[in-house]
């Protein structure tokens, strides 16, 4: 059984910071390329960040580009995004995703709601 948590969610300020975590359990966290996705009401769900198993490679979509890092800690299974600069339009749920590299299965925690206020 693999659970992802997500915490580190909440409301902030237009231009501030958040950090989110997402922890995993089972025994995938090691071969599994992770990553945040978010989805605002009415719209699809996108690519915030994604960071192969090994962290070596980071991807991010183009509007956070700049402003959000995604990393890795093998050690303690868990992916962060360190979000700065927020603005009003990175309101949105927070998802993290694993994606196992041998597989391609994904598994998806609950979300965080992230909420930028102007």
């Known amino acids: 059984q693999v659970q992802l948590v997500e915490s580190g969610g909440g409301l902030v300020q237009a231009g501030g910071s958040l950090r989110l975590s997402c922890g995993a359990s089972g025994s995938i966290f090691r071969i599994a390329d992770m990553g945040w996705y978010r989805q605002a009401p009415g719209k699809q769900r996108e690519l915030v960040a994604v960071?192969?198993?090994?962290?070596?490679?980071?991807n991010y979509g183009d509007s956070v580009k700049g402003r959000f890092t995604i990393s890795r800690d093998n050690a303690k299974n868990t992916v962060y995004l360190q979000m700065n600069s927020l603005k009003p339009e990175d309101t949105s749920v927070y998802y993290c995703n694993a994606r196992v590299v041998f597989t391609r299965r994904d598994y998806w925690g609950q979300g965080t709601q992230v909420t930028v206020s102007s």
């Open positions: 960071i192969t198993n090994g962290g070596s490679t980071t």
